[in-house]
C-alpha cells in the first residue's frame, strides 16, 4: 500500500517579511520560500494523491480560517490559502497568486500551528499518515506562549512532526548569529525552540535549509522482487539429499533513468477530447497523438505505393540482403522452453574469476521471510563459500518463458545481514577479444624479446617517477573529518550524484515554479568530481613535473588548421628539405603499386610539378581500383577498392579536380553493371549506395570551384 502524508506549510506573510537583511538582493520571503516551492514542487512531480498538501498563512491582512469562523479569539489574520489534499501544477501557480507580504504586523504563529493541526485531524481522521507542520517565519510577530504545555501534547498524541525555519535566526551548529537583533525576535526564537523540544520536533535557521537544497535528493525505491523460489544444488526431484533453499532475489544496483520528455504542441485554446495519458491538461500545451501508416510499392497504385494493414504485416530476419519470413506459429517453436528455476552449477575459486566478466545489474539473494529453516541453510552456504573463498556459478530463469542467464554468487557477511550477491556473466558472443601489443617488453621481427633499453619501454627512473606521481594523487584519504583530518574517502558512492538526472530535474522544476524566470546554474555539487580537487593538484605538482621531465615532454605544434594552397608544402620540425630530396628525378614517383596505392598516390599527388602528373595519378589509381574488382574472389577485395575510392574522391576535392573522378567514377559505373569486371559485381554497386555520402560523383557544393555536376544530379546517379 502506497505511504500517505499529510503536511501543512504555515506561511509568516506580514509586512517585516519584505525586509531584505543580510546583504540579501531578495526579500525575506521571497528568499524563504526558495524551500517551501522546492518541497511543494517535489510533491507535484511524484504525481501522487495519497501525498497531501496545506498552506497557511500567517499575519494575512484578512482572515480565513474556521476557527475564527467559529468566533474562537486568536486566530484574526490567519489564512487557508490552500485546503490540505493533492497537490497539482495548476493549484501551485494559483498559490503563488496569494503568497505576497501583508500590510499587518498582527497574527499569532502558535494560533497557526493549533489550526494545522486542527487541518490535519479533520483529514486524516484515524488513518496511518506521515503527518508535518513547517513554519517559516522572521520571528518579528507574535507567539503566545500561554498554552504550550496542552499544544506539545496535542501535537505528540496527534502523532505530528513539528519543523520551525526562522529567518536569520541564531544556530550554533551551522554556524549563523545574526547581529542586533530586535528583543523581539530574540524572545521569539527561545519560545519557538522550547515548544519545539517540548514536541520533539525540529528547529534551525532558513540558511541552512536553503543550503541544503542544492544536495540532490535521491528517490526513494520500493524494493523490487526479481525471483522468488528454490535456490537448488541438484535436482531434488531425483535426488532426494540435493539441496534446496527458499530464496528471494531483489535488485541492488539498477541503473537510474533519465526523465523523458513527452512531445506536446504549443496551443492557446483549452484542451479538448483527447488528452494525454498521465499528464494534467493546461491551456498552454495540447496533446500529441502519433499515427503510423505502412506502404508498399505498387506500380498500379497512385504514387506507386500503396497502404497495408498492420495485420497484415508479418515478420522476418535479415539474412543477407534478403528476409527470411518466420510465421507466428513457427516463431513460438523457436523460443526455448524454459521453466522457473535457480540452480548452482558449479563453484570457482575468487582468485581464478576476472571481475572485467561482470555484465552489469547487481542482484542480492536472501533467505525467504519467516522461514528459520531455510534462512540456515542459506547462511551455511554462505559462509561456505567465504570460507573457502570461492563463488558460485548458477543458471536463472526468472519466469516461465524468459531466457535464461548465468550469474556468479558472491557471499557477503555483515553482523546483522548475510546475502549472495550475483552479477550477470557473458556467453560467448559476449566477449570481445582484441590483441594488442604487450607494454611490459618489445618482440622484434626476428623474434627475439627486449625487456628494457628501448625506446617503446619506459626506464626504471621514468617507472619511479609515476609511481610518485600516482601516490601524490591518491584520493582514498582525502576527504577532511569534522576535525579537518584528513582519513575519510574522497568521491565516496553516496556522495557522487549523476548529473544530467538531477540536473534535468533542477531545470524542470525551476520552470515549473518561476516560467518566466530564466534557468538557474548548475548547482556545485554535481560538478564537484568533474575535476581532480584543486588542493590535491597543488600538492602533486612537483611530482608532475618530476614526471614531465622524466618523460622528456615536449610541446606539439598545433595541427594548421585550414586548406593549404597547391603549391604550399609542409615544413617538417627537423628543417630538412624535403621538397628537394623528392623533386629529384631519380626520388621522384612515377608508378603507384597496388599494395601500396594509397601513400603513393598521395605522394605522387603532392609532389606533382604539372598537372598532367596528377591526370596521369589519377589514371593509374583508376587502373588499381578496377583491377581490384576484376581480381576479387568473392568480396575479398571490396573492403581495399572502397578505401581507395574515398582516398581518391577526397584527393580531388582538396585539389579541386572534380572532373577526373566524376569521369572515372560513370566510366566505372558502366563496366561494373555490364560485367566487364570479372563478371556479376552487383554486390559491390550496393556497397559503394551504402556510403554514396563519401563515394559519389562531386558536385558543385563540395569544392569551392563549380563542378560540372550538380547537387540534383549526383543524387540521381546511383538511382539509375
Known amino acids: 500500500m502506497a505511504d500517505k502524508e499529510a503536511t501543512v506549510y504555515i506561511v509568516d506573510l506580514g509586512s517585516t517579511m519584505g525586509r531584505r537583511n543580510s546583504g540579501r538582493s531578495e526579500s525575506d520571503l521571497d528568499w524563504s520560500m526558495r524551500y517551501v516551492w522546492d518541497k511543494i514542487s517535489t510533491t507535484v512531480a511524484a504525481s501522487r494523491k495519497t501525498w497531501t498538501v496545506g498552506v497557511v498563512g500567517v499575519r494575512t491582512d484578512e482572515s480565513n480560517n474556521s476557527l ?6 486568536g486566530y484574526e489574520h490567519i489564512s487557508i490559502l490552500q485546503q490540505l489534499g493533492p497537490m497539482n501544477l495548476t493549484s501551485l501557480h494559483n498559490l503563488q497568486k496569494h503568497i505576497n507580504v501583508s500590510d499587518t504586523e498582527a497574527g499569532d504563529s502558535v494560533s497557526a500551528i493549533v489550526l494545522a493541526v486542527h487541518m490535519i485531524e479533520e483529514f486524516t481522521k484515524k488513518l496511518k499518515y506521515k503527518r508535518k507542520i513547517i ?27 513539528l519543523i520551525v525555519l526562522g529567518v536569520d535566526f541564531d544556530d550554533a ?3 549563523f548569529k545574526e547581529e542586533d537583533k530586535s528583543s523581539i525576535k530574540e524572545t521569539n526564537e527561545r519560545l519557538l525552540k522550547e515548544l519545539v523540544d517540548k514536541c520533539d520536533g525540529l528547529y534551525g535557521t532558513m ?27 541438484g535436482n531434488p526431484d531425483i535426488h532426494p539429499d540435493a539441496m534446496s533453499i527458499g530464496v528471494e532475489r531483489y535488485f541492488k544496483t539498477h541503473k537510474a533513468t533519465i526523465p523523458q520528455a513527452s512531445r506536446v504542441v504549443l496551443s492557446s ?27 508498399v510499392n505498387d506500380p498500379e497504385a497512385p504514387g506507386g505505393k500503396r497502404d497495408v ?26 523460443k526455448i522452453e524454459t521453466t522457473k528455476s535457480f540452480t548452482i552449477l558449479g563453484f570457482i575459486h575468487q582468485e581464478k574469476y576476472d571481475p572485467f566478466l ?67 556473466l557473458p556467453f560467448a558472443e559476449d566477449v570481445r577479444n582484441y590483441q594488442f601489443p604487450p607494454l611490459d617488453r618489445v618482440i622484434t621481427v626476428t623474434g627475439n624479446t627486449i625487456y628494457e633499453n628501448n625506446r617503446l619501454l619506459p626506464s626504471r627512473e621514468l617507472a619511479d617517477a609515476m609511481d610518485d606521481y600516482v601516490d601524490a594523487m591518491d584520493i582514498s584519504n582525502w576527504e577532511k573529518d569534522e576535525e579537518g583530518n584528513r582519513n575519510l ?51 602533486a605538482k612537483l611530482k608532475l613535473a618530476d614526471l614531465i621531465a622524466e618523460a622528456n615532454v615536449k610541446k606539439v605544434p598545433p595541427k594548421a588548421k585550414g586548406r593549404r594552397e597547391k603549391g604550399e608544402r609542409p615544413q617538417p620540425i627537423s628543417g630538412l628539405d624535403v621538397d628537394a630530396l623528392l623533386n629529384q628525378p631519380q626520388n621522384k614517383r612515377k608508378k603507384i603499386e597496388r599494395d601500396n596505392a594509397i601513400p603513393g598516390f598521395k605522394q605522387m599527388v603532392e609532389y606533382a610539378s604539372e598537372e598532367s602528373e596528377i591526370e596521369d595519378a589519377a589514371k593509374q589509381m583508376g587502373e588499381i581500383i578496377r583491377s581490384l574488382i576484376t581480381h576479387s574472389l568473392g568480396d575479398s577485395g571490396y573492403d581495399r577498392a572502397v578505401e581507395n575510392l574515398g582516398v581518391f574522391r577526397d584527393v580531388m576535392v582538396r585539389w579541386e579536380m572534380p572532373a577526373l573522378y566524376n569521369s572515372f567514377l560513370a566510366d566505372f559505373k558502366k563496366r561494373l553493371l555490364s560485367g566487364e569486371l570479372g563478371g556479376d559485381r552487383r554486390e559491390f554497386w550496393w556497397q559503394m549506395k551504402g556510403a554514396r555520402a563519401s563515394l559519389g560523383l562531386i558536385d558543385d557544393q563540395s569544392v569551392s570551384e563549380p563542378s560540372t555536376i550538380t547537387a540534383e544530379e549526383a543524387a540521381e546517379f546511383f538511382k539509375k
Open 135 to 161: 513554519l517559516v517565519t522572521d520571528g518579528e510577530g507574535s507567539v503566545d506562549p500561554d498554552d504550550f504545555d496542552e499544544i506539545s501534547a496535542k501535537i505528540k498524541d496527534a502523532g505530528i512532526e
Open 68 to 73: 475564527h469562523e467559529q468566533n474562537e479569539d
Open 173 to 175: 551548529e551551522f554556524g
Open 309 to 334: 494493414e498492420f495485420e497484415s504485416l508479418a515478420k522476418g530476419y535479415e539474412y543477407g540482403r534478403t528476409a527470411v519470413h518466420i510465421s507466428e506459429s513457427e516463431h513460438n517453436i523457436t
Open 207 to 233: 540558511a541552512e535549509a536553503i543550503v541544503e537544497l542544492e544536495i540532490p535528493r535521491i528517490k526513494p525505491v520500493r524494493p523490487y522482487k526479481t525471483y522468488d523460489g528454490q535456490l537448488t544444488l
Open 358 to 424: 561482470n555484465m552489469g545489474t547487481t542482484c542480492q539473494t536472501v533467505a525467504q521471510r519467516l522461514s528459520d529453516a531455510d534462512a540456515l541453510k542459506l547462511s551455511s552456504l554462505i559462509h561456505s563459500l567465504q570460507e573457502l573463498e570461492s563463488y558460485a556459478v548458477a543458471r536463472i530463469v526468472t519466469k516461465d518463458g524468459k531466457d535464461p542467464a548465468l550469474v556468479l554468487l558472491a557471499p557477503h557477511i555483515e553482523p546483522e545481514f548475510e546475502c549472495l550477491y550475483d552479477v550477470p
Open 489 to 539: 574517502e574522497y568521491a565516496a558512492v553516496e556522495d557522487v550524484f549523476c548529473p544530467p538526472l538531477h540536473r534535468i530535474n533542477q531545470v524542470v522544476q525551476h520552470r515549473a515554479v518561476y516560467p518566466e524566470n530564466p534557468l538557474p546554474p548548475v548547482a556545485p555539487i554535481l560538478l564537484k568530481y568533474s575535476n581532480p580537487p584543486e588542493d590535491l593538484v597543488s600538492k
Open 269 to 295: 485554446q483549452p484542451p479538448a477530447g483527447d488528452e494525454m495519458e498521465d499528464v494534467q491538461p493546461t491551456g498552454t500545451f495540447a496533446a500529441v497523438k502519433n499515427a503510423r501508416t505502412y506502404k
